[in-house]
């Protein structure tokens, strides 16, 4: 079973910028796929960045690539989404995900976080 949870949500200006945390816990291993995701108001959820646990992969829908970054700290084990020059539109609940194969498809990932709020004003 794997455990994770999101923090660093928060309300911003246009142009602004935030930084998103998911912890893991549990049994993740070192190929595992990551995901942050999100789902706006009335919208389905969809995929936004991602990345392979041990390197090799990383990928970004086009509407945040150049803006966001998706990191990880093994360590810690924490997978960051730095979101820089938010726009209204970036405005959703951001869920973390992991995955036990490569994909951007929100049926295949096993595993959620509970969200975080990111509001985005204009």
């Known amino acids: 079973q794997v455990q994770l949870v999101e923090s660093g949500g928060g309300l911003v200006q246009a142009g602004g910028s935030l930084r998103l945390s998911c912890a893991a816990s549990?049994?993740?291993?070192?190929?595992?796929?990551m995901g942050w995701f999100r789902q706006g108001p009335g919208k389905e959820r969809e995929f936004v960045a991602g990345?392979?646990?041990?390197?090799?992969?990383?990928y970004y829908a086009d509407s945040v690539k150049g803006r966001f970054t998706i990191s990880r700290d093994n360590a810690k084990i924490l997978v960051d989404l730095q979101m820089n020059s938010l726009k209204p539109e970036d405005t959703a609940v951001y869920y973390c995900a992991a995955a036990r194969s490569r994909t951007t498809s929100v049926d295949e990932y096993d595993y959620w976080g509970q969200g975080t709020q990111v509001t985005v004003s204009s």
């Open positions: 990345l392979r646990w041990n390197g090799g992969w990383t």
């Open positions: 549990g049994r993740i291993f070192s190929t595992y796929y």
